[in-house]
């Protein structure tokens, strides 16, 4: 079975009102850009994947595919993924670094053709997978009690801060009052998003740039909090200070979103620079590559939590990655209302993948593949350039 053609559409999706990530120096943003890729076999099956596409990278990504993607896929047997996933290694170094949706995209239309969810074809078994609410926005601390029992009344059983204050004491004014609201059974996560030099800032745009004396100081006083993870609390090329920091920190670090490409990862691992790694199938690496990575952690006694702040189809990869892999405890789940909320992030997508308002759990679609329909009518409405 051929690749027929690799097709894809940037939309835009506007915000209910303008949304300041903690870790953008660019402000608030108002709307959310993201792309919808399609692979068409020659069969008629069609795989579809999509992820987040910040900072104008959008329109590059599109070019890339009908520059390059396509002329390097079209023709290609679809089931030779790994000939494939080196063709996207090529287009990352040389071309556009994180072309990895295009795989997804593939693995999907792999999925279908075989009839079986993704993450049974890789051999796992979770057929659901524990949902944390990944926060965006640093909020004052008595208005981000009041988010945090939200969620918690909503079915979650998890949920991620991110701290991006002037000192340490304004961090963990915020992370103490979410602890003591929400009680010692909600697992309590915390992101400082120090790993990407154009993050490090503050939301009012100065910079932010954490020592490594503020990592540790931060990750000892966030032990008292029993927070379960700080993540990305140093520069993701700092191997030395990270493995240093991972050993003398009394909660787990975690980190790896921001890494690009298999032997990033490897080294990372290599160098114990984690407790936590966190790769994302739409940002780090071609998908299937990831869920072996996911068996070299788990052989170092490492944990994996994949990334996934992302759109409705690109938490549909994260999806199944989690659950093919020999344990993932959480799925991050995007989740700050009342911008980020499935009405926005999974607009693409005909049945949104929710939460389970009892237990936190997503479950695993049945489906082959992702096991996600589009919605078409939504994406042609959205849709702002097509290639
Ligand atoms: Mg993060």
Redesign the pocket.
Known sequence: MKIRDVRASLIEIPYPRPFVPSWAPEGAHRTMAAVVVEVETDSGVVGVSGGDMGHGSGPLLLATIRDVIRPLLVGHDLFATEHIANRLRYVAQYFFPRPWVVGVAVWDAVGKVCDRPLYQLWGGTADEVPAYASFGEVRDPAQRVDDALAVVAAGFRGIKLRVHSATVAEDLRQVAAVREAVGPDVMLAV?A?QAASRWRYAPDGSRLMWSYERALTTARELSDLDVAWL??PLPRHDYGAQRRLTAESPIPIAGG?HNRGFAELVRLLEDDCFDIY?PDANESEEIHALRQFGTMVAARHRRIIP?A?ATGLGVAGNLQLCASLPSCEWLEYPYDPPVIVPEVFQVMLAEPLLPDPATGVVRLPTAPGLGVTLDRAAIDQLTVQRV
Do not use: G, K, L, T
């Open positions: 992101d998003n993540e990305e979103e966190q990334h702040w």
